[in-house]
């Protein structure tokens, strides 16, 4: 059973900053691709950000210029910086492989953007 903790979310003002991260329980996380996913109320899961073991980082075209996804291998952690926060930024953060996600996920981070 693959096991992911994550922590960091809380609520923000629109235009704020929020780090997240992420602990892995097993050592496949320095050879694999990883990424942070979102759920939006009322919508499907989504990649919102996804770095590959060798440190290439690949972003969707909604938060592209305002969120950074690092790791740290030694530390089988992952991070999420998230800046100029909007409303629609309001979702579930999960961490997992990506683009293939294990079944097992973990029980997420709430972000809410409001004012």
């Known amino acids: 059973q693959v096991q992911f903790v994550e922590s960091g979310g809380g609520l923000v003002q629109p235009g704020g900053s929020v780090r997240l991260s992420c602990v892995v329980s097993?050592?496949?996380?320095?050879?694999?691709?990883v990424g942070w996913y979102r759920r939006a109320p009322g919508k499907q899961r989504e990649l919102a950000a996804s770095?590959?073991?060798?440190?290439?980082?690949t972003y969707p075209d909604s938060v592209k210029g305002r969120f950074i996804i690092s790791r740290d291998n030694a530390k089988k952690t992952m991070y999420l910086q998230m800046n100029s926060l909007k409303p629609d930024d309001t979702a579930v953060y999960y961490c997992?492989?990506?683009?293939?996600?294990?079944?097992?996920w973990g029980q997420g981070t709430q972000v809410t953007v409001s004012s």
């Open positions: 097993e050592s496949w996380f320095t050879f694999n691709d």
């Open positions: 770095i590959a073991s060798n440190g290439r980082t």
């Open positions: 997992n492989r990506a683009p293939r996600s294990y079944n097992d």
